[in-house]
């Protein structure tokens, strides 16, 4: 299993620089990988401590806390090169994103892509969604997100599946990403949405070019500090 995880770590990392080759050059490539190395050191040495459980965990006795790396986990995915570490987000910011968009939760369901351990799922709880989705490719995230849920009594699903191959409801949807993935997963997920009814929001929206050029698509003006959020538009 250890090797598996290596050979994935290993495969993710030659591929970006690649990718990082190709459309920037050899100096800025190798400029930027001084700057990231750095940051990586700071990062490991962040995620090596022992995880703090949060003043949200703390109160529903919860794990949700804390920074996973995608190489520590078990992902049986081609997608996993285009994965993001789990960290998990403010409670806040989830809650003020979705008052923001001023749904029905009654009328609306929830699904967060990327899900992690679950935390965006038991804030949708808390706000009374009308049904709760969870997908994760990440086996070891799937399990605590699952083990939360029902530590809390929420009656949430959390799918273990690629977000590229998800098959969405055809009910009034709120789409939640925390950044989970690059441009070629997100451009899949994008297109699987077409026709449906719904709203995205995007913290941390490193690929929002993806949905900006999505013609069933219109950005929502005002968003919340840290997102961008779009409205599907009638087919």
Sequence with gaps: MRYQQLQLRLQFLTDKTARK????????????????????????????????RDAFDLARGTDTSGIVPLWKLIIKSPNARYGVNYEATSENAIKDAIRFLNVDPSHTVFVDLGCGKGRPLIVAAELHFREIIGVEFATELVETARANLKHLGIGASVHHCDAA?????????????????GAEVLAKVVERLRGHDFDIIYYNPQHAEILDRANFLQKIDGAPNGFMMWHSLSQ
Excluded: C, H, W
Excluded at 165 to 181: G, I, T
């Design 165 to 181: 191959e998800f098959d969405f409801p055809a009910k009034p949807l709120v789409v939640f990403l925390y950044n989970p993935f």
């Design 21 to 52: 080759l190709r459309a920037k050059g050899v100096f800025a490539t190798l400029s930027r990988a001084g700057e990231i190395l750095f940051s990586k050191i700071f990062q490991i040495a962040k995620i090596s401590q022992e995880p703090q």
